[in-house]
């Protein structure tokens, strides 16, 4: 089956520091989409994005959509401890049904 | 507007007793999803429903079945629990084939 590809698994930075993250699949993707979970919660969502090339805000969160349709690319400016948590990409090809990758924790040093 | 809610946020089972999870959204979303969530593994599709009396199965349906009797509601049944489904469950809707895909908050469910 399809598989998205995050890694690595764990990040460690600096309060204020920037961060970026990738998402590469080995299929097309129609959809990225881009999630963070804070531990006992669920998923929510952070970027949509629909079209190849696509480059979309949201707040201190950019993301894009790759040309080839097979990575995205999730950036976080100037970090805060809020920022900690597990951040998930998830595609959605012509089936219709999401992938997921595994996620990468972020972790945040004051 | 309360977006997906699940019910309950915990549960603790004996082996081979059954139970079901509810999940209930008020945004009118055609579709809704059942997954469950284990370490290392990432969230694995059990079933999904693209619209009011429709169900299909996902990547592990076995052990579970569903049903989408509501619109808004979306149940997941464990007729004889396992320790192997011991996991955190999640419900998410999303408005069709395209939109965006909105998550609840979570069951933990243990099996002993």
């Known amino acids: 089956g399809q598989q998205l590809n995050q890694s690595p698994q764990s990040m460690f930075i600096q309060e204020g520091e920037d961060v970026s993250m990738n998402c590469t699949s080995s299929?097309?993707?129609?959809?990225w989409l881009w999630y963070k979970q804070d531990p006992g919660e669920g998923p929510v969502l952070l970027i949509a994005?629909?079209?190849?090339?696509e480059l979309t805000s949201n707040g201190r969160l950019t993301a894009q959509f790759g040309i080839t349709r097979k990575d995205s690319f999730l950036n976080i400016s100037a970090s805060i401890p809020s920022d900690v948590g597990i951040y998930f990409c998830?595609?959605?090809?012509?089936?219709?049904?999401?992938?997921f990758g595994k996620g990468i924790t972020l972790s945040v040093r004051p | 507007n309360a977006g997906v809610t699940q019910t309950p946020k915990f549960r603790v089972l004996k082996t081979g007793q059954s139970m079901t999870l509810l999940c209930a959204q008020d945004?009118?979303?055609?579709?809704m999803y059942w997954y469950r969530q284990d370490p290392g593994m990432g969230l694995r599709l059990i079933h999904y429903?693209?619209?009011?009396?429709?169900?299909a199965k996902g990547e592990v349906p076995d052990g579970y079945n569903v049903s989408r009797l509501k619109k808004q509601n979306f149940l997941l049944g464990l007729e004889s629990a396992a320790p192997s489904q011991t996991s955190v469950y999640f419900c998410?809707?999303?408005?069709?084939?395209?939109?965006?895909?909105?998550f609840g908050p979570g069951t933990r469910l243990t099996v002993t």
């Open positions: 998830a595609g959605r090809g012509a089936n219709s049904k999401l992938t």
């Open positions: 299929s097309i993707f129609n959809t």
């Open positions: 994005l629909y079209k190849a090339g």
């Open positions: 945004m009118n979303h055609e579709y």
């Open positions: 429903s693209v619209g009011e009396g429709t169900t």
């Open positions: 998410a809707s999303q408005r069709d084939h395209e939109g965006e895909q909105y």
